[in-house]
């Protein structure tokens, strides 16, 4: 079954660590997205990929960071410097220029 | 800049009809979609249509697209518990290139009472 899959389904950091979001595509799509969702709110993206080692900036860039090793990979680090990282992280992937498929998300919660 | 707005909640009985609006700011979408999200879960996509169209049927779902007034709906026919969800609209804003970025919307809540 081709699919995104996100690991894990829900995740809990320590203020001060870093943390890496997981996620995989075997679509063979070549353009890869990270969301973030908050309650009551829209989707914000936060960076996306069109290439292998190739992503840029979303709108909410700012202490997050990400790596295209792979065409089939794209992980997400949320690192320390993201001061309010509680959130609904969601993962897509689409054909350049097409509709975006998404993974399930993963449940980041900040204890 | 680009922006989608969308109401918040929406409330019907079941075997009702529902409809969902969206109103978008760029004239110059090319694609305009709509995603479905169940509690917990990611977005699964619902329907698109082409800006060169005012209308898509696709079974209990009819989409309306009206671009002088950058307005776009959703009508689920005989609404079910199932259909209980968050709705999003998105655009392909025209800034956008070929990235393939969406711009959504806040999302609608729809609550289908038994």
């Known amino acids: 079954d081709g699919g995104i899959t996100q690991s894990p389904k829900y995740l809990f950091r320590k203020e001060g660590q870093n943390v890496t979001l997981s996620c995989e595509q075997n679509?063979?799509?070549?353009?890869m997205y990270w969301y973030r969702q908050d309650p009551g709110q829209g989707l914000r993206l936060i960076y996306y990929?069109?290439?292998?080692?190739?992503?840029q900036k979303g709108d909410i860039a700012e202490g997050y960071s990400v790596s295209r090793e792979k065409k089939e990979s794209f992980p997400l680090t949320v690192t320390s410097a993201q001061k309010n990282p509680t959130a609904f992280y969601l993962c897509?992937?689409?054909?350049?220029?097409?509709?975006?498929?998404f993974g399930p998300g993963t449940r980041l919660t900040v204890l | 800049g680009e922006d989608v707005e969308q109401s918040l909640f929406l409330s019907v009985r079941e075997g009702d009809s529902s409809v969902i609006n969206c109103t978008y700011t760029?004239?110059?979408?090319?694609?305009l979609y709509w995603y479905k999200q169940e509690p917990g879960a990611g977005l699964q996509l619902l329907t698109y249509?082409?800006?060169?169209?005012d209308m898509k049927q696709d079974q209990r779902l009819t989409v309306l697209l009206n671009k002088k007034d950058k307005h776009l709906s959703l009508r689920i026919a005989d609404t079910q518990t199932g259909d209980s969800a968050i709705y999003f609209c998105?655009?392909?804003?025209?800034?956008?290139?070929?990235?393939?970025?969406?711009?959504f919307g806040q999302g609608t809540t729809l609550q289908v009472k038994p």
């Open positions: 897509a992937s689409s054909i350049e220029g097409n509709e975006q498929f």
């Open positions: 679509l063979n799509h070549d353009a």
């Open positions: 990929s069109q290439i292998v080692n190739d992503f």
């Open positions: 760029d004239s110059s979408s090319t694609y």
């Open positions: 249509i082409f800006s060169n169209m």
């Open positions: 998105a655009e392909t804003p025209s800034l956008s290139g070929n990235t393939g970025k969406l711009i």
